[in-house]
């Protein structure tokens, strides 16, 4: 267990709305995550922060947007949901074991744009 | 770019029978390879890793061996059991980031 926690769990929400997940770990890594999951696809990554303020974009950034203004939280900002963006979004950590950045997933967030 | 590409599934076995599943990628240098376990309703597990050529990461009774000449890393494990029905992901580090195989659900029956 990496501490991480996600809010919400589970969204419904109704296209063209705004919806922001928050990922909030408690062991102050400085590496965080986001993913969705689709079937058939494994994960594939949002964005990523490497700090406080610092963060990049990944292979499916479009639509989506992040801020880190603290440590222990990362938020993700879909500004205009869309039916598209139907998925669950893992958030995930990355600590150095034995060595080797390794990744720690949070419990996910299932959202349904309808 | 880095990528790794697994078997697909779905894959059904029975109680004490042997597992494989395969993965390969491509990589420009030399990632770190992992696997990871989904159980039904939950996140994304670390089960092994290994961090250069001929390491064997191992956990719970699933080994995976980083072959550099063939460039896979399959998943073994010689007895399955219920429990051990999942999706299983393979994945590859590069600059703080994993690439994901597309995950291999697998069930098994007793």
């Known amino acids: 267990d990496a501490g991480i926690t996600q809010s919400p769990r589970h969204k419904v929400t109704e296209t063209g709305t705004p919806v922001t997940l928050r990922c909030h770990q408690t062991e102050n890594h400085r590496y965080m995550y986001w993913y969705r999951q689709d079937p058939g696809h494994g994960l594939r990554l949002i964005h990523y922060?490497?700090?406080?303020?610092?963060?990049d974009k990944g292979e499916v950034s479009d639509g989506y947007s992040v801020s880190r203004s603290k440590t222990e939280d990362f938020l993700l900002t879909l500004e205009s949901a869309t039916s598209s963006q139907t998925s669950v979004y893992f958030c995930a950590i990355s600590e150095s074991l034995q060595g080797v950045e390794t990744q720690y997933f949070g419990p996910g967030t299932r959202l349904l744009v309808l | 770019g880095d990528s790794v590409t697994q078997m697909e599934g779905p894959v059904t076995l029975s109680e004490e029978a042997f597992l494989t599943i395969n993965c390969t990628y491509t990589?420009?240098?030399?990632?770190?390879l992992f696997w990871y376990v989904q159980y039904p309703g939950e996140g994304l597990q670390l089960l092994l890793k290994?961090?250069?050529?001929?390491d064997k990461g191992s956990n719970k009774g699933f080994e995976a061996t980083y072959r550099k000449e063939t460039t896979s890393f399959h998943l073994e494990k010689g007895s399955v059991q219920v429990s051990d029905s999942a999706v299983y992901f393979c994945a590859l580090s590069y600059d703080y980031k994993l690439s994901f195989g597309a995950g291999t659900t697998v069930t098994v029956r007793a």
């Open positions: 922060s490497y700090g406080v303020k610092d963060t």
């Open positions: 290994a961090t250069k050529a001929d």
């Open positions: 990589a420009t240098g030399y990632p770190s």
